[in-house]
């Protein structure tokens, strides 16, 4: 068993900045291959980033391209979502998810990921 506890959320103005972080324990970090999505209000949940378990790999979506990056830090058991230029649009609760994965696996589905946070609210205003 995994178990993820999101931090970092809050209120922030447009073009704005927040990382969040994501702590995971009950497995080895650099077993398991996380990712990031959010979930507006009356919309899916939707894809983010992923990194690989080494961190070699990485995966944006279109939409936070450029203005999001993922990372890790497997010694210290943290992944984070570092978001800068923030947007109206970005508003959503963010969620971590694990997936006990190959080496260099990345995963862009909510589907595949068997373990999750409950979620950080982040809230951009305009």
């Known amino acids: 068993q995994v178990q993820l506890v999101e931090s970092g959320g809050g209120l922030v103005q447009a073009g704005g900045s927040l990382r969040l972080s994501c702590a995971a324990s009950?497995?080895?970090?650099?077993?398991?291959?996380m990712g990031w999505f959010r979930q507006a209000p009356g919309k899916e949940r939707e894809f983010v980033a992923t990194?690989?378990?080494?961190?070699?790999?990485?995966r944006h979506a279109d939409s936070v391209k450029g203005r999001f990056t993922i990372s890790r830090d497997n010694a210290k058991s943290l992944v984070y979502l570092q978001m800068s230029s923030l947007k109206p649009e970005d508003t959503a609760v963010y969620y971590c998810?694990?997936?006990?994965?190959?080496?260099?696996?990345?995963?862009?589905?909510?589907?595949?990921?068997?373990?999750w946070g409950q979620g950080t609210q982040v809230t951009v205003s305009s």
């Open positions: 998810a694990a997936h006990a994965a190959a080496m260099f696996w990345v995963g862009t589905s909510a589907h595949e990921y068997e373990y």
């Open positions: 990194i690989s378990r080494s961190g070699g790999f990485a």
């Open positions: 009950g497995r080895t970090l650099s077993s398991i291959a």
